[in-house]
């Protein structure tokens, strides 16, 4: 008992804290700009740049009409078809492609995008994630979403950070998930709201494993062999985010806190809650080329003892699924989890064409029992740039991580945080 009371005097004054770190921030923004919406004052001028667009046009002799200048309403597309590795390990075929629009002035609106990769392999896995981050005019609302229908296998080594190679198993299971919330702007930069999310894992079970998931894990709760999972909850949301693209942010600070509750009425299998804390901040190094160093932090912890295993925090299985390059998804998991990433950006070309990115992080996942963070698990890594879409300012990424034991290549649209 008094361990949990320990633990949960640790939770609040991190609450504490990022609460009144964001409040401080807010405040810093609306003194800066009394009395007007927030704005958007970091736009590099694309005259002079160049991306992947151009090399096309130029390269097959592709003459497009010059864009009007309109008030915002253009779409602007990246499309990537590719076969490379997908979150869990294995590879697959993955068409990634990304949205970004203006749904207001882009004076004081920042720009909203969709995201749909969906990805399939001929072993029996496929996945269809569609998220969305749209932001209304003046940026009076953010709305959120998050929709997935996701079929495994994927391995998973159970809890704590002290787990080896021999300990792992591969899980076979479908997933859905839906995470939808709304966010209305109080002060310059920082909003609140609520959601919806549901997390559903249907016919769970071990392949070619003869322990089960609940003898390896000693959990009890969502481990049972063909067993179903179902958390379903509202959250209560708070963000604050000055930054202007969320595709490849510039100077800029992001904070984001979600509460969860999901209580049995709303068709849990039991009633559980969660706190997700997520810091992000962007620097910009003076130079001729574009240069910024990029640090991210986040703390996410079940607060009940009877959250399904696979709904506890896990390495990967960050709202972005972006965490741990380096890293296997799902390698740690435990009752709370800790990670710090920090990224060096800058551009090879002066034309913005090519960049490199060098990057590192660590995490450390709660011991089951004892729920201290023993154990500190440390990735390293590099990667290329290639401005796909100057006008959306969306990169395709290709990163190279590594940690003891495991290394990986990864491919996206836009930055990893």
């Known amino acids: 008992m008094n361990q949990q009371k320990h633990h949960f005097t640790n939770l609040l004054l991190v609450l504490a804290g990022c609460l009144a770190f964001t409040v401080s921030q807010a405040q810093r923004g609306d003194s800066a700009t009394a009395g007007r919406r927030d704005t958007v004052v970091t736009k590099r001028d694309t005259a002079m740049q160049t991306d992947l667009i151009d090399v096309i046009k130029r390269a097959f002799h592709i003459k497009l009409k010059k864009p009007e200048s309109e008030p915002g309403k253009k779409v602007y597309y990246s499309l990537l078809p590719i076969s490379s590795n997908v979150p869990g390990g294995g590879r697959a075929l993955v068409t990634s492609t990304t949205a970004g629009f203006y749904l207001g002035n882009r004076s004081n609106t920042y720009i909203s995008g969709i995201t749909f990769a969906p990805y399939f392999n001929f072993k029996g896995r496929y996945g269809f994630p569609f998220k969305s981050n749209l932001w209304l005019s003046g940026n009076k609302w953010n709305l959120q979403g998050d929709t997935r229908l996701m079929v495994y296998p994927q391995y998973t080594w159970g809890l704590g950070g002290n787990n080896t190679e021999r300990d792992k198993v591969l899980v076979n299971y479908n997933y859905f998930r839906f995470y939808h919330s709304a966010l209305r702007r109080i002060k310059p930069y920082l909003l609140i709201g609520g959601g919806y999310y549901l997390d559903y894992h249907t016919n769970i079970h071990t ?144 034309n913005g064409l090519f960049g490199f990115v060098v990057f590192a992080n660590a995490n450390s996942v709660s011991e089951p029992g004892t729920h201290s963070y023993k154990y500190i698990h440390a990735a390293a890594g590099a990667g290329l740039r290639i401005k796909f879409n100057k006008r959306s300012n969306t990169n395709i990424a290709l990163d190279y991580g590594f940690s003891k034991g495991y290394s990986q290549f990864y491919l996206n649209l836009g930055e990893v945080f």
């Open 207 to 350: 392949i070619n494993d003869t322990m089960g998931l609940q003898k390896l894990t000693g959990y009890g709760y969502g481990t049972k062999q063909n067993e179903n999972s179902l958390s379903s909850g509202v959250t209560f949301n708070m963000l604050y985010d000055s930054r202007s693209n969320f595709f490849n942010p510039l100077p800029g600070m992001y904070a984001n806190l979600v509460y969860r509750v999901n209580p049995r009425f709303l068709g849990s299998n039991d009633s559980w809650q969660s706190l997700y804390i997520d810091l992000r901040k962007y620097v910009r190094i003076e130079g001729q080329k574009l240069h910024t160093m990029a640090l991210w932090g986040f703390y996410w912890t079940a607060l009940n003892s009877n959250v399904p295993y696979l709904d506890l925090p896990a390495i990967g299985w960050d709202p972005s699924n972006r965490s741990g390059r380096g890293f296997d998804q799902n390698r740690y998991r435990g009752k709370g989890l800790i990670d710090f990433e920090a990224e060096y950006r800058s551009e090879l070309t002066s």
